[in-house]
Structure formats: structure tokens, C-alpha cells
């Protein structure tokens, strides 16, 4: 059904709600993960353009997701990851689409409105643009 499934990851506890069940979800379809994480910092969003040097966020955020890839590997499944640069709605689509993904895994944290306003909505530009089905689980509170 889902042979590959990406899964965007924001390096929050938020994964914690989202990592288990797209575990689950992965078992049960024999389907590969590809954990993807976009860097949204200054150097991040300028990295190629200004030939700058990784930064200790992009470093922290690519050994995070090794860590996640090696934790679900031991688990039985086959998983690889990807660090993007950029904006996060457009860099979760445009990965998905290079990759063949046929599904995309995320977190929902419930905004409304003004949060949305404040924070944004990452998932609300994915769902409007992806062609491929949502798989989207609440994070927890706090």
C-alpha cells in the first residue's frame, strides 16, 4: 500500500507523538521511512547561495536524526534520512516528490488562528500543495 513514507520531523517532543505511531503504521505495511528534517535557520536558508559552513544547528539536527534512523533500524525496519535547508513546507514537498514518497507522516500541534498567525502552519501549506495522502498525529501537550 505505502511503500515509502516520509516522515517530517521537527527535533521537538512533538516527534514523540509522531515516531511510535509512524513506527507501527511501517511494521505493519513493510514500508521504508525516510525521516526528513528541515533546517529553517539564517545559515540554513542562506547555506548553498553564501557557501557557508554547516552550523551547529544543522549539525545537531543531522545527528538527531541519525539517531532516530538507528533506533527504528534496530527495530526491524528500513529507514534512511535527509537534512533539507530552507522553508519547511516547500522542502517536505519537493523531498517527497524526489523521493517517490506515497505518503507523508507529521504533527499537528492545533493552533488556531492567532497561533497560526504567529507561529504558522507548516502542515496547513503541505495539505493544500501535497499529492500524495497526510498521515497526521496530534502532539501531545507539554
Same mark, same amino acid.
Given at each position: 500500500?505505502?511503500?515509502?513514507? $516520509?516522515?517530517?520531523?521537527?527535533?521537538?517532543?512533538?516527534?514523540?507523538?509522531? !515516531?511510535?505511531?509512524i513506527?507501527k /503504521?511501517?511494521?505493519?505495511?513493510?514500508s521504508?521511512?525516510?525521516? !526528513?528534517?528541515?533546517?529553517?535557520?539564517?545559515?540554513?536558508?542562506?547555506?548553498?547561495?553564501l557557501?557557508?559552513?554547516?552550523?551547529?544547528?544543522?549539525?545537531?539536527?543531522?545527528?538527531? /536524526?541519525?539517531?532516530? #534512523?538507528?533506533?527504528?533500524?534496530e527495530?526491524?525496519?528500513?529507514v534512511?534520512?535527509?537534512?533539507?535547508?530552507?522553508?519547511?513546507?516547500?522542502?517536505?514537498?519537493?523531498?517527497?516528490? #524526489?523521493?517517490?514518497?506515497?505518503?507523508i #507522516?507529521?504533527?499537528?500541534?492545533?493552533?488556531?488562528?492567532?497561533?497560526?498567525?504567529?507561529?504558522?502552519?507548516?502542515?496547513?501549506?503541505?495539505r493544500?500543495?501535497?499529492?500524495?495522502? $497526510?498521515?497526521v498525529?496530534?502532539a501531545?501537550?507539554?
Amino acid at each position: 500500500m505505502f511503500q515509502k513514507i $516520509l516522515v517530517a520531523l521537527e527535533n521537538t517532543r512533538a516527534d514523540d507523538s509522531l !515516531v511510535p505511531q509512524i513506527q507501527k /503504521l511501517a511494521s505493519l505495511l513493510h514500508s521504508e521511512l525516510l525521516l !526528513v528534517h528541515v533546517a529553517d535557520g539564517w545559515v540554513a536558508r542562506n547555506f548553498n547561495q553564501l557557501k557557508l559552513a554547516e552550523s551547529e544547528e544543522m549539525k545537531s539536527d543531522r545527528r538527531y /536524526l541519525e539517531s532516530i #534512523a538507528r533506533r527504528l533500524r534496530e527495530s526491524g525496519l528500513k529507514v534512511s534520512f535527509h537534512l533539507a535547508l530552507g522553508e519547511p513546507a516547500t522542502e517536505i514537498l519537493k523531498t517527497a516528490d #524526489a523521493e517517490h514518497c506515497d505518503l507523508i #507522516a507529521m504533527t499537528t500541534h492545533g493552533h488556531r488562528l492567532i497561533g497560526d498567525i504567529i507561529y504558522g502552519s507548516t502542515i496547513e501549506n503541505v495539505r493544500h500543495k501535497a499529492t500524495v495522502p $497526510l498521515f497526521v498525529v496530534r502532539a501531545s501537550p507539554k
